[in-house]
């Protein structure tokens, strides 16, 4: 329940798994280390230098005098009552010099270790040498030469365990922020360091709320920190310029306005899952059954492999079967959903337009939601062509204002013209395109294909085909009739059906010659039964045939 409540706008947010994870005895140092946000590599920088004398930060802290609500800084954040026991400034005349210029009259911020130990100070310049600063392009919040931050940060007020805590770039901000809430804030001296400051905090309070308090334009890395550990995220109003900070808001619209921003924090919704994920438990109780195009034997919007003998018909089974579609029309004493059909006849264009006109002849129909690609079509080296057949499915369907339900591709071998079929590193290049196609176009997909030397094993070339698709059908032709079996499905129960036809000749006209022109339509028949014998290959059965019509006693080495 916890986790599926995790969603985008409300309920359960990673800080409050941290919380309730600490009060149920986890800690942060007991599991993994916090992962870091990646950074780019930097260079080796230099050991820092050694202050000069008198410059430590204990040395230059001793020296300084406590602060006061007059100080300039102070003044203009607008930050009088805030707390000034922890800070200091730099006397008139002392010798601190940063970047060349005299701090004399800086605040001074000290940076603190957990322990409590200096480990730095900034000094933040008063107003005309920050002027000078800026003009030469200078930081004017200047930390002590010599020394480093180290997993330092400075609070204002004080961090209660499991209390809130704001989290923020400057002093400025995290005034403005106690000022509006009077819970505590923490600077980290500057933006670089808040990951590794929150990361801190969360390690030593796995249950408080932390609150990332970012300027705006830094939202976004904002809610990565936040989602590495478990804080929430205050948001500037919209619109605002970049690098708006809240102490600008307070001092803009007030410290009720900022405590109503400061109040409305929220955990950032999870990144969504990189792959589609549905809970068993969430699944509905009323069952919707798989979506047919032909009942029993395609589903829509699905992927189908129809392979065959040569001449055994399953061309002309194919187009029966993909008529009936165009047409709406009952198949086989099966219901079809009616759509356009897009025929992609890469093998044989005229042979797919004359079986056709022999079907409308024969039904006395014309079948006005069935399109004939003539082009070739390549599967196998580049994406250009299967970007172009989406391309056609798309515009045909705004032609005709109807829905292409069914994608054919005749034969599977023109259509991956180039490719190895028995390699998995090829084929798979095609399998994908033929899924692309399917899925872009929401439309079923079947490819017809032919049988393999050995009968037994299938259809040709990679076995990956099978098991990519949904649907597999098997075309036989026999002395005992023709029929198609159903030797894969996915979703349906009709797997072993058989399906039996048979092929009435239809005069078309007459060749130059003056013979006779005709094709085939497929008409309903009984299925043959099926055999219990080992099956034999085409190239066996071609043998046996051979050999009836042979006389008898011919050797085997003849």
């Not at 007991?30 to 930060?57: D, H, Y």
């Not at 899952?273 to 549905?278: D, W």
């Not at 029309?329 to 006849?345: I, K, S």
């Not at 705004?398 to 390699?423: C, Y």
């Amino acid at each position: 329940d916890t986790w599926r409540s995790i969603k985008s706008g409300g309920g359960v947010g990673a800080g409050t798994l941290f919380r309730v994870a600490a009060e149920n005895g986890w800690r942060i140092r007991e599991g993994k280390p916090l992962q870091r946000l990646q950074q780019a590599p930097r260079t080796a920088a230099e050991p820092p230098r050694s202050p000069s004398p008198g410059m430590s930060p204990a040395e230059v802290w001793a020296r300084c005098k406590p602060a006061t609500a007059a100080h300039p800084y102070i003044v203009a954040k607008r930050a009088a009552g805030v707390p000034l026991d922890g800070l200091r400034v730099v006397p008139d005349g002392d010798p601190l010099h940063i970047q060349a210029q005299s701090m004399a009259g800086a605040l001074v911020v000290p940076v603190l270790r957990p322990s409590g130990e200096l480990a730095t100070v900034q000094c933040i310049a008063p107003p005309e040498t920050a002027a000078r600063m800026k003009a030469k392009g200078l930081n004017d919040k200047p930390n002590l030469p010599g020394a480093t931050l180290q997993d330092g940060y400075f609070t204002v007020g004080e961090l209660v365990p499991g209390g809130v805590a704001h989290v923020c770039e400057g002093i400025g901000t995290a005034w403005a922020c106690w000022q509006a809430t009077g819970h505590c804030a923490v600077v980290c001296f500057g933006w670089g360091r808040v990951a590794r400051v929150a990361a801190d905090l969360r390690r030593g309070d796995a249950s408080a709320r932390l609150v990332l308090v970012p300027d705006v334009g830094k939202e976004e890395a904002a809610e990565r920190i936040a989602r590495e550990v478990g804080a929430a995220v205050a948001y500037m109003p919209e619109g605002e310029a970049q690098n708006f900070d809240a102490n600008d808001l307070a001092q803009r619209d007030g410290y009720d306005v900022l405590a109503d921003v400061l109040q409305a924090a929220r955990e950032p919704a999870l990144p969504p899952l990189p792959l589609s994920v549905a809970f068993a438990d969430e699944l509905p109780d009323t069952f919707t059954p798989p979506d047919e195009l032909v009942e029993g034997v395609l589903t829509a919007g699905d992927g189908s492999v129809l392979y065959g003998d040569s001449n055994s018909g399953k061309t002309f089974f194919v187009i029966d079967m993909a008529a009936a579609v165009a047409r709406g029309a009952q198949w086989m004493g099966r219901n079809t959903e009616p759509g356009l059909v897009v025929y992609l006849a890469a093998e044989s264009p005229a042979s797919v337009r004359g079986r056709l006109q022999a079907y409308q002849k024969h039904h006395g129909v014309r079948v006005p939601n069935f399109a004939i690609v003539q082009s070739p079509i390549d599967l196998f080296d580049g994406n250009a062509d299967t970007e172009a057949v989406i391309a056609v499915v798309r515009q045909l369907e705004s032609q005709r204002g109807q829905k292409v339900r069914l994608i054919v591709g005749d034969t599977l071998a023109r259509l991956s013209a180039g490719a190895n079929e028995n390699a998995g590193q090829d084929m798979g290049l095609v399998v994908r395109r033929f899924d692309r196609i399917r899925s872009a176009c929401n439309a079923h997909f079947l490819l017809v294909h032919h049988s393999g030397k050995a009968a037994a094993n299938g259809a040709r070339g990679w076995s990956g085909i099978r098991a990519a698709v949904d649907t597999e059908i098997e075309v036989t032709d026999s002395a005992q009739g023709r029929c198609a079996e159903i030797t894969k499905q996915r979703d349906l129960s009709t797997k072993g059906e058989r399906i039996g036809f048979r092929l009435d000749t239809v005069m078309l006209g007459s060749t130059k010659w003056g013979a006779a022109a005709t094709s085939c339509v497929v008409v309903a028949a009984d299925a043959p039964d099926k055999p219990q014998g080992k099956r034999v290959s085409e190239v066996g059965g071609a043998v046996l045939e051979y050999l009836r019509t042979q006389p008898a006693g011919k050797k085997k080495r003849e």
